[in-house]
């Protein structure tokens, strides 16, 4: 294995607040315009949040009056996709302008790669994870959450989805993020997207559903995984003076209501 000084990893083990990790997903994405890097993020969430992609109506995607009754957040991304809940769970992010996702892979080609190394890093503690087939297109056209249906290459575990992926890909950079649940509160799920907890629970599963192994044994495979496949030593990233005030610029962005309301 190869030491190298553009590939990083962020593995942030406290849970942050919706605003700070969408504002740190952004911020990567803006630095690997500005030079050939990569990084693999590994985090979680302070307290419920549902996420819509940025496409989406936002009154059409969510419940707003049932997520605040019930204490959650909320926030928009910057990548597609439905709307999830992310509570309980491992999310990634790949983020990365180097050669690799890019010389011969375009979007699909980018998206198989980054699953492959997630059926891998299942694989690696004992699961039988493989890649999904799809689903009707009508259900990419609705607004049903992120996990009551599978897209093409997103993973399985006994024909329930356990990741939903979501990307972002430009001529120079790509953002891929996901989450990971490992249990989930499909009540809160079902309220917060007008659906019923058996639709989502009869599409999805978690890590706790299908193994005792805890969500650090999986991160730690996914880092192993990841490292493997490129051929690299993963470089912790520490952020400077100067990255903490454009972080917080950033962060301004994914708290107002003008950006999670406009559409």
């Known amino acids: 294995m190869t030491q190298t000084s553009n590939w990083f990893l962020l593995w942030d083990k406290e849970p942050l607040s919706a605003e700070t990790n969408m504002a740190r997903d952004e911020f990567f994405f803006d630095a690997c315009h500005r030079k050939k890097m990569g990084i693999l993020r590994l985090y979680s969430w302070k307290n419920p949040t549902f996420s819509i992609g940025v496409s989406q109506r936002f009154l059409k995607a969510v419940n707003i009056e049932f997520i605040s009754n019930h204490n959650c957040s909320y926030v928009r991304r910057i990548t597609g996709g439905k709307a999830v809940l ?3 769970e491992i999310t990634y992010s790949v983020i990365s302008s180097e050669d690799f996702f890019f010389k011969n892979n375009d979007l699909y080609r980018s ?6 190394i997630l059926v891998q890093a299942f694989q690696a503690i004992g699961l039988d ?4 087939q799809g689903s009707p297109s009508s259900l990419s056209k609705s607004n049903n959450p992120c996990f009551s249906f599978p897209t093409p290459n997103e ?5 329930k989805k356990i990741v939903g ?6 001529k120079i950079a790509l953002l891929q993020h996901g989450s990971i649940p490992i249990s989930m509160d499909y009540d809160l799920y079902a309220g917060g997207t007008r659906n019923s907890p058996e639709f989502i629970r009869n599409s999805m599963t978690t890590l706790s559903d299908v193994t005792t192994h805890s969500g650090e044994d999986l991160s730690r495979a996914l880092i192993d995984c990841f490292q493997s496949t490129l051929g690299v030593r993963l470089e912790a990233y520490e952020f400077n003076p100067e990255d903490s005030n454009i972080l917080g610029e950033i962060e301004k962005k994914y708290a107002s209501y003008d950006w999670n309301h406009r559409i």
């Open 129 to 132: 994870a493989y890649l999904s």
């Open 155 to 159: 993973l399985e575990i006994g024909g």
């Open 86 to 88: 992310h509570h309980n």
């Open 165 to 170: 992926s979501a990307q972002k890909r430009d």
């Open 111 to 116: 998206y198989l790669l980054i699953s492959r």
